[in-house]
């Protein structure tokens, strides 16, 4: 992802990737010379990337998943002081999915049974994927009910696949987004770096950035 990013920046005359990080190197210089950072890094790199954030009070988008309590606590405390822009996933297709989704999950009612099923990379190490638990929380936040199924499948070189299936007496619903290229992605996390220059603090999502909300 970090590859794609570069690749797609240098193509953009509005930005210039001020600096390059990559395991083990410091991010203290590099957080300090840029107007936005974005992360796609690892779950643990978190509260170190944010305590450096907070303190150069440079903006953040971050892409990794896969947080854990203590990972995601960092985020939101930072958020209180720089605007961040966390999502699971920056695809515009994606975020029109999680929207479908709680429109779909709304008027479907209780007769109709959720399951998200979700394909990646075999590289890809967390599992399900951050966009199938955000598909999962939609659901759940708009039933109130308890967690939604999901099934996870680990294989060959699949950028990303997920399937939110509802089934109903007679009828059965699928919403589908198939990623060709993490271009997606990476064009979205970029669209989120411009977005969130100038914010004021606050956690905010691609839903905001894309005027879903």
Known sequence: MGRTIAELAGRDPQLAISSEIDVGESIDAGIKSCDVAIDFSAADAAPDICSL???????????????????????????????????SNFSIGVNVLFWLTGKATSLLGENFSPEIVETHHVMKKDAPSGTAKTLGEIIKSERGGTDIPIQSIREGEVVGEHTVTFSGPGERLE?????ASRETFASGALAAAKWVIGKSPGLYSMQDVLGLV
């Open 175 to 179: 919403l589908t987004h198939r990623a």
């Open 53 to 87: 954030a907070v303190g150069a009070k440079r903006p953040l988008v971050i892409g990794t998943t896969g947080h854990s309590a203590d990972q995601r606590k960092a985020i939101e405390s930072a958020a209180a002081v720089i605007p961040i822009v966390f999502a």
